[in-house]
């Protein structure tokens, strides 16, 4: 079943031949030295997978370059010998999104690392894609300025990586994801096309391509610049921790925080797995007797943060909190967040494998969520700890397993499947910031009508006609859900019930 608005997506899935690589590998050399050429196996074994372990794949070769003149000429080349290209930032993404393909070429940016121009008047950077999240917040410190989104892989994510994801984190909630921070994107469509989207100024005339761009997953584009906004860095933060005995009772007084009209810095949560896992991991100070705690952060003027501190003490005080503690030090606050941010290293730690879901859902729904992921747990036989970006309804289940065991691998990905089908059943999306990628492309069968997908595949289209950037991933085909066995429901009903269902 194939729908005639889909590219012709050649998506390889054994090693190339050898002569196919050789000729690859030698129109490659002669544009590129041989160190930015990677062809041996145990030199492509670090690019086999993402963040997403469980799924691998050696790729065809890696080219490192070190400028655009160079990545145009790699493009060219793929384009002429119909290679698919993916292109990779720091690999930290968590849904396959840079998993290679066998008869295709890694194309990491990691050497475009420099920060072009920082403006602290017009209080913008320009950067190449692999300069690091952090590296932009570090080199604008000295202006008082910083850039907003901070996923907790900031340490080491590219911003190339962040404008493909559209990225959040702790603080999006009150100053915008990836999508919100960004001005100017420039990069290269698989043809060879110079694309320069979005301008300096806030607007500018014509469809918002920007938009488009951020968030698609190396599918459009290969992004070879941006140009962030910087905020100035407030002057002071401070974050109220409230314990709760009752998850459903933590989800319910974030509705409210934001129901009361206030907008934290950030408002997180952890439920009692997910602390028991980092404090002694971390020492953040969290409550061990709680059910959850919720983070929320106040932040701007002494005045203004003291205002909102004694405001979220109430509203968290009404629904239900049986501890508060507000940070009393630059050093603790950082200490509470600390734990957060480690969430996911010290699930490392307390299981050989894990398995992080990334859906949202509207906020009043998060105590339900949270009951039917403890019911979750007892059917797959897995345990899971919960880790929420709140505010937004973001959910990061991560659910806990070991691949050496036969069979857990299955359970966890069924149990990750049911979850981001509830989110969608509540209102929600399939995912809130870590993309489609290859792991949920089954679950944009149940999100997305056969229409709708057909729209994406349109636009991917006008982009990349031939389908050679990042094929296969984020969309999936009308095939690939047929066999998936779900299509689109809307009130719990399945549209074309005369299809047949595998
Ligand atoms: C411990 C941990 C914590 C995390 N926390 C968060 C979080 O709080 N919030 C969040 O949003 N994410 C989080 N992530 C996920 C991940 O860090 C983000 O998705 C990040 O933006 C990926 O950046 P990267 O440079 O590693 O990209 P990669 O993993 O290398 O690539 C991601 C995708 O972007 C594409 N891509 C990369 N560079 C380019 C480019 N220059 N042009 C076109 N396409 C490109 C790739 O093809 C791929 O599809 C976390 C990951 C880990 C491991």
């Known amino acids: 079943m194939q729908n005639a608005d889909e590219p012709a997506q050649s998506v390889p899935t054994l090693a190339p031949s050898r002569e196919r690589k050789s000729a690859v590998t030698a129109a490659l050399r002669v544009v590129l030295p041989a160190e930015c050429i990677l062809s041996l196996d145990e030199e492509l074994r670090p690019y086999e997978c993402d963040g997403l372990t469980a799924f691998r794949q050696l790729p065809m070769a890696v080219v490192l370059p070190h400028s655009e003149a160079q990545i145009c000429e790699i493009l060219a080349i793929c384009r002429r010998l119909d290679v698919p290209v993916v292109a990779r930032g720091s690999g930290t993404g968590l849904s396959g999104g840079a998993m290679p393909h066998a008869g295709g070429v890694i194309l990491s ?23 690091r999240n952090l590296q932009v917040s570090e080199a604008a410190a000295p202006h008082g300025l910083y850039y907003a989104p901070d996923p907790s892989s900031q340490i080491a994510c590219s911003i190339g990586g962040n404008v493909a994801e559209n990225s959040g984190g702790v603080h999006c909630l009150k100053y915008g994801l990836t999508v919100h921070n960004v001005m100017r994107v420039r990069g290269y469509t698989i043809d060879g096309e110079l694309l320069e989207l979005g301008s300096g100024a806030l607007d500018c005339p014509g469809l918002d391509l920007l938009a488009l761009a951020i968030g698609s997953e190396g599918l459009l584009m290969v992004v070879t610049e941006i140009t962030v906004k910087l905020i100035p860095r407030p002057q002071l933060a401070q974050l109220v921790m409230a314990s709760f005995d009752d998850v459903a009772k933590a989800g319910e007084a974030v509705a409210a925080i934001i129901a009361a009209g206030i907008i934290p810095a950030g408002l ?3 439920d009692r797995k997910a602390t028991a896992a980092v404090e002694p991991f971390v020492k953040a100070g969290y409550d061990l007797n709680a059910q959850a705690i919720l983070l929320a952060e106040a932040d701007g003027t002494p005045d203004e943060v003291a205002d909102q501190v004694v405001e979220i003490e109430s509203v968290v005080r009404a629904a239900g909190a049986t ?22 290293p010290a699930a490392g730690r307390v299981s050989p494998d894990y398995y992080c879901m990334d859906g949202t859902i509207p906020r009043k729904n998060l105590g ?18 919960n880790v929420f970006h709140a505010g937004d309804g973001n959910l990061h289940p991560l659910i806990l397993f070991d691949a050496n065991v036969p069979g857990e691998w299955e359970r966890a990905d069924r149990f990750g499947a049911q979850i981001l089908e509830l989110c969608v059943q509540l209102g929600g999306t399939i995912t809130g910031e870590h993309g489609v990628g290859i792991e949920k492309i089954n679950s944009m069968c149940v999100q997305f009508s056969p229409s709708e997908r057909a729209a994406f595949f349109a636009v991917k289209k006008a982009f990349d006609p031939v389908g050679l950037l990042n094929p296969g991933k984020a969309i999936p085909t009308l095939a690939r859900c047929a066999e998936y066995g779900k299509m689109h429901v809307r009130g719990g009903a399945l549209p074309h019930p005369e299809l047949p269902r595998f």
């Open 323 to 344: 501890a508060i503690t507000v940070s009393n030090s630059e050093a603790e606050r950082l200490r509470f967040w600390s734990g957060r941010k480690n969430a996911f």
């Open 109 to 131: 940016l990691a050497r475009l690392n420099r920060i072009l121009e920082l403006d602290p008047v017009a209080r913008t950077a320009r950067v190449q894609p692999g300069v």
């Open 268 to 270: 997180e949560m952890m």
């Open 368 to 385: 339900r969520m949270l009951k039917a992921i403890e019911e979750m747990e007892l059917t797959y036989a897995l345990r899971c700890m």
